[in-house]
């Protein structure tokens, strides 16, 4: 089975561009998370999805965050206008269910100039 | 709200010895789960070990055994006959248990990087 597929792996934008990143959930779970992680405040979670809609999103910095799970495989994190400050590793993670571990993908790399 | 610390920010520990990782937690739940999450280089986040706050018996897989402390709020991870391949940042986890709906979110400590010495 294929994994929780994340994209663009790595994205470098000049600040105030618009970036959107990418993220398709292992087939069957029910839940999506997006986490940030950086060297000075850790992995972070930002907001999550069960069954396709949002249940937390206290975590999301400001509004120039938003994040869409238009359906059960397809998930959107998006910055608009993107600042240096938002450079930071992105992982989204799915999981079945409230009790089950949360599987991560490789992560996108975003570098904002 | 949760909050977990992990004390020892880098360890090493020569390849074939056993090495013990802190953590510890502050909850008010007495219904969770606790994680190990390892992130080698790759960046890749992979599940090592998890346990139920509920069960008495430590959490076992292979090498990876925990000592879990519900009193003390203290989860330790002991990696037995380390491996080159065990080079990683580790991360603890806390996902408080919530039986209905789904999509509990996990509170992460601060990681502790462990080098796999020749």
């Known amino acids: 089975d294929a994994g929780v597929i994340q994209s663009p792996r790595h994205e470098v934008t000049e600040m105030g561009q618009e970036v959107t990143l990418r993220c398709k959930p292992i087939?069957?779970?029910?839940?999506l998370f997006w986490y940030r992680q950086t060297m000075m405040r850790g992995l972070e979670l930002l907001i999550y999805?069960?069954?396709?809609?949002?249940?937390?999103d206290s975590g999301m910095p400001e509004d120039r965050f938003s994040a869409k799970m238009p359906n059960a495989s397809f998930s959107t994190l998006k910055i608009q206008p993107s600042e240096p400050r938002d450079s930071a590793v992105y992982f989204c993670?799915?999981?079945?269910?409230?009790?089950?571990?949360?599987?991560f993908g490789p992560g996108t790399r975003l570098t904002v100039t | 709200a949760q909050t977990v610390t992990q004390s020892q920010p880098e360890m090493s520990v020569q390849e074939a010895e056993t090495v013990t990782l802190s953590c510890t937690y502050d909850t008010s739940e007495s219904n969770y789960y606790l994680f190990w999450y390892k992130q080698p280089p790759s960046r890749q986040m992979i599940l090592v070990i998890r346990q139920e706050a509920y069960k008495q018996q430590n959490a076992t897989e292979n090498r990876f055994s925990v000592n879990f402390q519900k009193a003390a709020k203290s989860f330790s991870l002991k990696i037995s006959d380390s491996q080159l391949g065990d080079t990683a940042m580790y991360f603890c986890a806390f996902m408080k248990l919530i039986l209905t709906g789904g999509g509990n979110k996990l509170t992460f400590g601060t990681g502790t990087q462990l080098k796999v010495e020749l």
């Open positions: 087939s069957g779970h029910n839940s």
């Open positions: 993670a799915s999981s079945f269910g409230g009790l089950g571990e949360q599987y």
């Open positions: 999805f069960n069954n396709n809609v949002p249940i937390d």
